[in-house]
């Protein structure tokens, strides 16, 4: 089974950092990717599918970019808002596994 | 507006069973794909199972797989997971999750529902 990596598991950055995740593949998985951003208590939500097409109503200050083993979800201008776990999965084929989270607050 | 509501969960003994359902509705629920997708307290998200719109593709992680069965009743709207065997560590909340895209094999998750927690203890 292709495994998930991502990096960092956490990060803290300062209100308007660029900050960027990364996701790795075990095995290319060509664009089958989507982003996920999860706040604390909260319901999973979509913010990327198909490595970087941005989900409607996902401001724009999210993007994603790879293809292949290696991805990014990057925030080009980090809010307050922002504050939660992010997590990457891939659905090429089942199992359709995630990545193991990178939990991100503010500085 | 497109809802889903997951119900069922509760405490159970270890070697137990519970039925968790999920009810669909704001959208045409036989035309999509949906998962159920756990997650662990304090842990990260683990994709549980899926299953097609006409029920006759169906998938399973291996963690769970001869121990849980997914299931669908389209004239119902309505999503379920027969989880036997219970072990403390499917202790979890359990969300369903339906395919971004109809008709149209495995996709993206969206939207989720709210969750339900399964608590496996003595």
């Known amino acids: 089974d292709i495994q998930m990596t991502q990096s960092p598991s956490s990060l803290s950055a300062s209100v308007g950092d660029r900050v960027t995740i990364t996701c790795r593949a075990s095995q290319g998985i060509s664009d089958y990717l989507a982003w996920y951003q999860q706040k604390p208590g909260k319901v999973p939500k979509l913010l990327i599918y198909?490595?970087?097409t941005l989900q409607s109503g996902v401001p724009s200050r999210f993007s994603g970019s790879g293809s292949g083993t290696d991805f990014t979800l990057t925030i080009s201008s980090l809010q307050p808002e922002d504050v939660a776990t992010y997590y990457c999965?891939?659905?090429?084929?089942?199992?359709?596994?995630f990545g193991g989270g990178t939990k991100v607050e503010i500085k | 507006e497109v809802q889903l509501v997951e119900s069922g969960g509760g405490l159970v003994q270890p070697g137990g069973s519970l039925r968790l359902s999920c009810t669909a509705s704001g959208f045409t629920f036989s035309s999509y794909e949906m998962n159920w997708v756990r997650q662990a307290p304090g842990k990260g998200l683990e994709w549980v199972s899926y299953i097609s719109g006409s029920g006759s593709i169906i998938y399973y992680a291996d963690s769970v797989k001869g121990r849980f069965t997914i299931s669908r009743d389209n004239a119902k709207n309505s999503l379920y997971l027969q989880m036997n065997s219970l072990r403390a560590e499917d202790t979890a909340v359990y969300y369903c999750a339906r395919d971004g895209v109809p008709n149209s094999y495995i996709n993206w998750f969206d939207p989720w529902g709210q969750g339900t927690l399964v608590t496996v203890s003595s």
């Open positions: 999965q891939k659905y090429n084929s089942a199992p359709l596994t």
């Open positions: 198909a490595a970087s």
